[in-house]
T-cell receptor
Framework: DGGITQSPKYLFRKEGQNVTLSCEQNLNHDAMYWYRQDPGQGLRLIYYSQIVNDFQKGDIAEGYSVSREKKESFPLTVTSAQKNPTAFYLC????????????FGDGTRLSIL | SQQGEEDPQALSIQEGENATMNCSYKTSINNLQWYRQNSGRGLVHLILIRSNEREKHSGRLRVTLDTSKKSSSLLITASRAADTASYFCATDAGQGGKLIFGQGTELSVKP
């Protein structure tokens, strides 16, 4: 079945540590996105990518980094510069940038140890 | 402030009743999308309605769009316990077409 796979489902970060969240899709979509969701809130855009080797900052990119070396993969690194990383992180993909329905993974819940 | 704001924030109904959720937005849009999120899961796309459309149906879902009032509504008819979830509207806010999500309506359908 086609879809988006996020791993791990739960992740714990120690102070001063960088952690990387994985996102893989087999939908052959060009566009991929990372969102952050805090309790009782909507989604906020962290980074997005329209094509391999290109990505753009979203609304809350500070303290995060991404890469897009393959069409299928869009990993997100939460760096030690992100002082409040505890949140639910969602990866999504779509056929074209923004104007199409987005398909979501099941998220990674990141907590601080 | 939010581009898309859902109303009500929470809704509790009995199985078989209809559920109506509303979304208001501030700027012109190309399209508006509705998504569902079950607890602890990712979002699932329900319906996309374009700015030149007024109504769209999908199974038990009916979405309306009133661009003059900058508002949309999602109606779920004959609700089921399995419809219990959070529902989000998302609009392309004109900021490079990025999707802006509202804070969601939490729907609880009691059996």
């Amino acid at each position: 079945d086609g879809g988006i796979t996020q791993s791990p489902k739960y992740l714990f970060r120690k102070e001063g540590q960088n952690v990387t969240l994985s996102c893989e899709q087999n939908l052959n979509h060009d566009a991929m996105y990372w969102y952050r969701q805090d309790p009782g809130q909507g989604l906020r855009l962290i980074y997005y990518s329209q094509i391999v080797n290109d990505f753009q900052k979203g609304d809350i990119a500070e303290g995060y980094s991404v890469s897009r070396e393959k069409k299928e993969s869009f990993p997100l690194t939460v760096t030690s510069a992100q002082k409040n990383p505890t949140a639910f992180y969602l990866c999504a993909s779509s056929d074209a940038l923004f104007n199409q329905p987005q398909h979501f993974g099941d998220g990674t819940r990141l907590s601080i140890l | 402030s939010q581009q898309g704001e859902e109303d009500p924030q929470a809704l509790s109904i009995q199985e078989g009743e209809n559920a109506t959720m509303n979304c208001s937005y501030k700027t012109s849009i190309n399209n508006l999308q509705w998504y569902r999120q079950n607890s602890g899961r990712g979002l699932v796309h329900l319906i996309l309605i374009r700015s030149n459309e007024r109504e769209k149906h999908s199974g038990r879902l009916r979405v309306t769009l009133d661009t003059s009032k900058k508002s949309s509504s999602l109606l779920i008819t004959a609700s089921r316990a399995a419809d219990t979830a959070s529902y989000f509207c998302a609009t392309d806010a004109g900021q490079g077409g990025k999707l802006i999500f509202g804070q969601g309506t939490e729907l609880s359908v009691k059996p």
